[in-house]
């Protein structure tokens, strides 16, 4: 089976800085994937490309093997679904999800048929003859979504499809849009920098920094064995504790000596000073009246509180750690406690 | 005094303020037109007569009031296919390609503002001196390309030079237009879908465009329908406000009732043109 997109060595440079540097990435049949990253790190501009919209500076995008860097965006065959709707302000929902097929010549009567479809898979049958303005912005996006489906495009992309909605709806059309993507078996790129998104709607996520890809990877790969530093503080919360590094690849962080995790830990000399990656559900708090953590802060989470601890002095330092709900009457504010860190190999900072 | 009350008296107030605006204006703009309407139906010895408005069909000359106004709204139906055709292409090309050139195609578009016509006419004539036959009177190519554009049975020269004059206001009417909605955006969903630029252009952005257009062909209209200075320089005597202006009769009764009937048949056609425009809308999406 032929990959569905690939970008292989893609550099695009805008004056003297390279909005992508060397960006190489293999995308499988039929998966849903995101790419993450911070402002300006160039996602967007990755998109792009795919999407024909802009051209790489050198270096080359395929889709289904076959080179597309010379063509234009008319004839890629790719439906995309923007930030900002964009759907087109004087037609009507059904004529905006019928467009792409009306280019294509399809006869009035099984244009307006398929378009009703798909209005109908995204649950807005009702409301083919709004206008736009006359819908809420959830029901512009999902719009879109048919739009962009009906052309029954090789590759959908998805512009950070879901930025400009509230939270709730934000959640229902996240759900949404996982279910037809699985439904209809379409490859999917989706780029946003809303980590919690990326993680809970896509197959693999890839994440960038400076125009490269620092880690491609299934979500929970993610978040449980980062391949860097950037990438363990970039998805999910992670904390920098000091530690001392000791001899075959170990260090000892919060009073335990633990595996590190990075093949050039065994390179450290023995007794210099790390910064290890520890995330917070990986210390364990015990209530102890002369312990040297005081709680800070305490947020109630539903199964877990997130609890902010701090020590006093001159090298006051400051942790987070994740509690579970049912101890929460242990870390209330003010109250002190000992921190010590769960068995398990951590990741050391550059 | 409760809030209430006070937010009462201040509403009362805003609405006492709106309405005393509304009147000075409409006494403003709407005095003069029934004052002038009130002095042409006005018989001499007391009571009422429509003579003024008979007489304006019945004015002696080559050029009738008919001939007049059909020529004018011919000039002023290129004027507005010249300026558009000339600025939606310059715009899109401006907000999608080369936004770095808007301030100085901006400044170019408003110089007719800064320059009065008569500028324009002065330019013109020097066009037409510089390109005047030889002492054996046969002109170059130049001379007769020159003497068809300025004959008066096709006058393509006002178009040309009113599409000038026209600029600013189109200008502006089809910027904003363009910065009430994402065209960059829009232009990409298209192009995505599979549309080529000239279906983006025909299907997406002109009918989004379509109130700043009719704008700024209302404005085009409104210009050429009362523009007198140039099309008198340069000796063309059919355009309406020329014709107008030359009228042989004496009578005061009789030009007033040609100024209120040809600005009220003027109103009726922008709401002709509006309605239709709209009405089009409205059947697109009922039709949908």
Redesign the interface.
Known sequence: MTTPVEFRDTRRVFGATAALDGFTLAIRPGELLALLGPSGCGKTTALRLLAGFDRPTSGSVLVDGRDVTAVPAAKREMGMVFQSYSLFPTMSALDNVAFGLKVRGRGGAARRGRAQELLDLVGLGEHAKKLPHQMSGGQQQRVALARALAIEPRVLLLDEPLSALDAKVREQLREEIRRIQTELGVTTVMVTHDQEEALSMADRVGVMRAGRLEQCAAPADLYQRPASAFVAEFVGTMNRVPGVAEQGGKVRVLGTTVLAADAGARSRADGETVQALVRPEALVLTADPAGAWTVTTAAFRGATVRVTLSTHGADAQRLVADVPAHRADEVTGGSRVQVALMDGPVLLAD | MTDNAIARNRGAGGTALRWLVLTVAAIYFIGPLLAAISFTVKKPGGGVTLSAYRDIFNQPGEISFGHALIYSLLIALATIVLALALMVPTQLLLHLRLPRWRGLVEVICLLPLVFPPVVLVVGVSGVYRWAQPGEDGQGGAAFHLLRFIRDSSHPLLLPLLYAVMTLPFVYRAIDAGLRS??VA??V?????????WP?TIG??LL??L?TALTNAAFLCFALVMGEYTVASILLYTKPFPVWLAQLPTTSGQVRAAISVFSLLLVQALLLVVSGVGTRG?RR??AS?
């Not at chain 2, 990409?188 to 080529?196: C, M, Q, T």
């Open positions: 909605f994402d955006t829009l990409e969903a298209s192009r995505s879908l599979g549309a080529s279906t299907s997406v009918p989004s379509r809308a697109k999406v949908s």
